[in-house]
């Protein structure tokens, strides 16, 4: 039987990956819900769809899901909230209507879940819930929650949200947390492109370090390519069963974790290389420049390698080939 999969946020970054990957991949009959806000792309989900049975829907979550809209979506085997703004910059700049938004998404969809009752809910997450990771540290799925900034804050009450949905309501609620994603097409604001766009045209790529006795700490993140991250979304809908209460006193929760940790500083002499240009930087104080900013972040990948999942594509080769992309999107260097 082809499962239908109802995605939000379709047209966001991850969003678009995983409508093309599924689109690719598997038989499954996708509905697109797409809210058309500044970090979207139509354009580019709609590019490489191949013609697949795939339903574009225009709603903003912000609102209910009206009736008229749950009658063009149908009957859902599985529900992927990738819907959210994820920008923490902008999160800090303005935090009500920031939070507000992406609270209200949650709230909505899984009301919305809790009336069309999908076998699945799948509810992308963040490892900025749980904070600064301390070197050496790992954080597994169930660690405690400790957001420094306002985005993390709001990914916090969106899990918050979707579990008290699972304990009361019985929405089969699955828990997904990624790191740092990239590939083609992701929004200018994010480290990699804002870093291709900066060194080709020899500027210097600001870098969030920390000050200690006179010597730069560069803090890094685990870098994860868009495609994999679609890819293990896919197999946790083939491999992870919900559970529910009483039978179990939380959902399923699993940590999609990055490939390979680099610093700030590392990620950009990579891009220089790659680019065949001078690599400029310049520091910048964390807590003056970003309140709020995390050092490192961290999770663990041993609960989905242990399920049998494995990225598919090798990180070297995919990062060079997103470098090169936004090289040839910018034209000569």
Known sequence: MTK????????GFIGRHLCHHLSETT?????????????????????????RDTRIIFHDLRAPIPESVAQTIGEVD?????????????????????????FALALHLLEYARQVRPGLFIHMGTDEVFGPAPEGVAFPEWDRYLPSNP???????????AIAWWRTYGVPVV???????????????????????????GQAVPLHARLIGGQWDIGSRCWLHARNTADALRFIIERVEPTFYPAADRPPAVNIAGQVELTNLEVV???????????RYEFMEEGAARPGHDHRYALSPD?????????P?????????????????????
Request: hydrophobic share 45%; net charge positive; charged share 20%.
């Open 4 to 11: 239908h999969i109802l995605i939000t946020g379709a047209a």
């Open 27 to 51: 038989p499954w009959r996708l509905t697109a819900l797409v809210g058309l806000r500044y970090a979207d792309d139509l354009p580019a989900l709609l590019g490489r769809l191949g013609g």
């Open 78 to 102: 599985c529900i992927v909230n990738l819907a959210g703004e994820s920008h923490v910059d902008r999160s800090i700049q303005e935090p009500a209507p920031f939070v507000a938004n992406n």
């Open 151 to 161: 985005y993390a804050a709001s990914k916090c009450a969106q899990d918050a949200l």
């Open 175 to 201: 828990l997904a947390r990624t790191m740092n994603n990239f590939g083609p097409g992701q929004h200018p604001e994010k480290l990699i492109p804002k870093a291709c766009r900066a060194l080709l045209a």
């Open 269 to 279: 002499e990579r891009i220089a290389r790659i680019l065949g240009v001078p690599c």
């Open 303 to 311: 609960l989905l390698t242990s399920l049998g999942w494995s990225p």
């Open 313 to 333: 594509l090798d990180f070297e080769r995919a990062f060079a080939d997103c470098v090169r992309s936004y090289q040839v999107a910018s034209g000569p260097a």
